[in-house]
């Protein structure tokens, strides 16, 4: 760009262009004579080896400024191309097109599985109306009596103390003797309130419960139950088991809890 600069400078000034002309002139009948020196015409006058030297200056000299004579016109062509592609593609950004559509495979697309955004939007716990077969919650701490009433016949008995909490709990006393847990005393404990179950046989046992203002689910250690039956000068008689259990939220209680599954309450 450099040399097309200077050449259109010179050109487009006439008098610059002339004297440039006159130039070129003088330098191409340089030439014709270094022509007719090679041919053998005056070679007596100058030594080989100057000679030489002086024709290769002046071909390297006079070559470029005859092809600049004789093909400005196409430099400046060339010039105004490169310029108009420069400005209409190097300076403009890059444009993808959006992809369009994919092609109808004959099979609808899968639904996306929804996402919870936060937290907000998981289930809330909302404490029942009712017990799960039902009925509504009694109005002071008794064993919910449309619930099986297993293992009795003893003379033990484990008393539950809610007396120092805030929250109604659903109980479940559970027999941890056989090959699977089950229920044998199911109840419910307002809050400030207590509950013995009473005539319960030997085995081992634990508590667990709901508690029905927040819904987590608890369970005590487990624990045994024992009888045995004495035999002294006042006559015949019973050794049993009684326990007192204060729940987790109550402070300094005895019963050490653990969280507990929803398919093992």
Known sequence: MQIINASYEVLSDPRRRRA???WISRSESGVAADKRSESGE???QVRPGIWKRITGSIRATNAPAAWFRENWGLLLCGAFVAFYMYTTFVDKPLVVPAPGPKPYSG???AAPLPVPSSATDLPRYVRPAADPKGYAWPNVAQLLVHYSRLNVGGHSKVTVDNSQSDSDVFIKLVSLSGP????VRTAFIPARASLTLDKLTAGSYD?????LDD???MRTEAF???ERKLHDERGTGVEFTTLSFSLYKVRNGNA???PLAESEF
């Open 107 to 109: 099979v609808a697309p």
């Open 215 to 217: 819904g987590s689910l």
């Open 180 to 183: 699977q847990a089950y229920p």
């Open 42 to 44: 005056g070679l007596a």
């Open 207 to 211: 508590i667990r419960y709901r508690d």
């Open 256 to 258: 050490q809890s653990y």
């Open 224 to 226: 045994d139950i024992t």
């Open 20 to 22: 440039h002309d006159d």
